[in-house]
């Protein structure tokens, strides 16, 4: 198994053309919007940033939500968090499915319009709405964190004037409006490592890359950084496991075998007593993706 050589000639077809549109109608609704909420995988906060943004956005305020903060590396989410806040980014650690995090995205919007709306106020414009959009790729829990801010049962706003019919804004609070057509964006990425980390928490679809090759890299990864996390997860021998990784062979030879010893502990066997390396490599990717590994982070604070 040659996992560079079949990921170079992997052709990624990862932008469809309603991204296209998505991204146009996000240009156009961001003059509506006083605050922008980049909503990121607290796995892979590099992976999952839209480079564009900044040119999106422009001026408008910003504030970056880590969400899914919950399967990330705990350590890690800290050095993140602070590695923003030290280029002067405002951040915030979120979990959709509990709420945690959510009060303090609050705090932070009021707070980084704090100034704006005491010009507002002495300029007798008193009540001025804070207006929110959330902007965000595939798969980084954009749905579940709105209806969590939103608490669901929020009640709309008339349109706004110079805002088609089509656009619904959500009272979150007496003083904050969300925009509900965030849309989604995908990052334009050439790099083979944002192409594996999207890969890995389910933002490429399994199709558009070779599903045992992703699986792959992906316990390579496992094994290099949590290792424990990996032996735990399927009742591994470690000495096994070490004697199979220091063989004398290729290393993608080892890995494969590691593989087929998961294979066969969770019993994705077929005819001849053979592993089943396409049932195998979705075992370990939806592991993965559901957190069943523990508190994994992709990418780590350089």
Same mark, same amino acid.
């Given at each position: 198994?040659?996992?560079?050589?079949? %990921?170079? $000639?992997?052709?990624? /077809?990862?932008?469809?053309?309603?991204?296209? $549109?998505?991204?146009?109608?996000?240009?156009?609704?961001? $003059?509506? *919007?006083?605050?922008?909420?980049?909503?990121?995988?607290? !796995?892979? =906060?590099? +992976?999952?940033?839209?480079?564009?943004?900044?040119?999106?956005?422009?001026?408008?305020?910003?504030?970056?939500?880590?969400?899914?903060?919950?399967?990330?590396?705990?350590?890690?989410?800290?050095?993140?968090?602070?590695?923003? @806040?030290?280029?002067? &980014?405002? +951040?915030?650690?979120?979990?959709?499915?509990?709420?945690?995090?959510?009060? &303090?995205?609050?705090?932070?919007?009021?707070?980084?319009?704090?100034?704006?709306?005491?010009?507002?106020?002495?300029?007798?414009?008193?009540?001025?709405?804070? !207006?929110?959009?959330?902007?965000?790729? =595939?798969?980084?829990?954009?749905?579940?964190?709105?209806?969590?801010?939103?608490? @669901?049962?929020?009640?709309? *706003?008339?349109?706004? =004037?110079?805002?088609?019919?089509?656009?619904?804004?959500?009272?979150?609070?007496?003083?904050?409006?969300? %925009?509900?057509?965030?849309?989604? %964006?995908? =990052?334009?990425?050439?790099?083979?490592? *944002?192409?594996?980390?999207?890969?890995?928490?389910?933002?490429?679809?399994?199709?558009? #890359?070779?599903?045992?090759?992703?699986?792959?890299?992906?316990?390579?990864?496992? #094994?290099?950084?949590? @290792?424990?996390?990996? #032996? &735990? @997860?399927?009742? #591994?021998?470690?000495?096994?496991?070490?004697?199979? %990784? /220091?063989?004398?062979?290729?290393?993608?030879? /080892?890995?494969?075998?590691?593989?087929?010893?998961?294979? !066969?502990?969770?019993?994705?066997?077929?005819?001849?007593?053979?592993?089943?390396?396409?049932?195998?490599? !979705?075992?370990?990717?939806?592991?993965?993706?559901?957190?069943?590994?523990?508190?994994?982070?992709?990418?780590?604070?350089?």
């Amino acid at each position: 198994m040659n996992n560079e050589q079949n %990921l170079s $000639k992997t052709n990624i /077809n990862w932008f469809p053309g309603h991204m296209a $549109k998505t991204r146009r109608q996000i240009t156009e609704d961001i $003059k509506f *919007v006083d605050v922008v909420i980049e909503l990121l995988d607290a !796995r892979i =906060p590099i +992976s999952s940033q839209n480079p564009e943004i900044k040119q999106i956005i422009k001026n408008k305020k910003k504030i970056i939500v880590l969400n899914k903060s919950d399967l990330a590396d705990e350590k890690a989410n800290k050095e993140w968090i602070n590695k923003f @806040r030290e280029s002067g &980014e405002i +951040s915030v650690l979120t979990d959709s499915n509990t709420g945690k995090g959510i009060e &303090e995205v609050f705090k932070q919007i009021k707070n980084i319009m704090a100034t704006e709306l005491e010009k507002a106020s002495n300029k007798g414009r008193i009540g001025k709405k804070i !207006r929110v959009m959330i902007v965000g790729i =595939p798969n980084v829990g954009k749905s579940s964190f709105i209806n969590r801010i939103a608490k @669901r049962n929020s009640a709309e *706003v008339a349109n706004r =004037p110079g805002v088609t019919r089509q656009k619904q804004w959500i009272r979150l609070d007496n003083d904050i409006e969300l %925009l509900d057509t965030p849309g989604v %964006l995908w =990052p334009k990425f050439e790099s083979e490592e *944002v192409a594996l980390n999207l890969s890995y928490v389910g933002t490429i679809k399994d199709d558009i #890359l070779e599903i045992t090759e992703i699986a792959y890299c992906l316990t390579k990864f496992l #094994l290099e950084n949590y @290792r424990e996390n990996l #032996l &735990e @997860r399927y009742s #591994l021998d470690k000495k096994q496991v070490d004697i199979i %990784l /220091n063989q004398d062979q290729e290393e993608n030879q /080892n890995i494969y075998e590691i593989m087929q010893l998961i294979g !066969r502990k969770r019993g994705a066997i077929i005819s001849g007593g053979n592993v089943d390396d396409e049932k195998t490599s !979705r075992i370990i990717l939806d592991d993965f993706r559901n957190g069943r590994f523990g508190k994994i982070t992709l990418e780590k604070v350089k």
